[in-house]
């Protein structure tokens, strides 16, 4: 299974991306996807998720500006940000938990907010 991670960029405080994610090979029925952020010295964190039945989650440092979809057909997930802030600045990483409680980690994209 590969999870391949893109949208990342830079952008000016204010701005707006979209990440995707798009899980392959082989997989089951994925019940979680997710976005996670890391800073350099701290631990991973939940940016937001999403339940097979549409339910979401979100870290309330990005409510009101993140928004979390998934298209099941493409075994894809989407973060919108917008409202960027400077301390949105950090590498996202988006995660899949298969029905059988498999997680997957895709490799990260940079998000770089300027002032």
């Known amino acids: 299974v590969q999870l391949q991670a893109s949208g990342g960029g830079m952008v000016q405080a204010g701005g707006s991306l979209r990440l995707s994610c798009a899980a392959s090979?082989?997989?089951?029925?994925?019940?979680?996807m997710g976005w996670y952020r890391q800073a350099p010295g701290k631990e991973r964190e939940l940016v937001a998720s999403i339940s097979s039945g549409g339910s979401t989650n979100y870290a309330d440092s990005v409510k009101g500006r993140f928004t979390i979809s998934r298209d099941n057909a493409k075994n894809t997930v989407y973060l919108q940000l917008n409202n960027l802030k400077p301390e949105d600045t950090v590498v996202y990483y988006c995660s899949i938990v298969t029905i059988r409680g498999q997680r997957y980690w895709g490799q990260g994209t940079l998000v770089t907010v300027s002032s």
């Open positions: 090979g082989t997989i089951f029925s994925i019940s979680v």
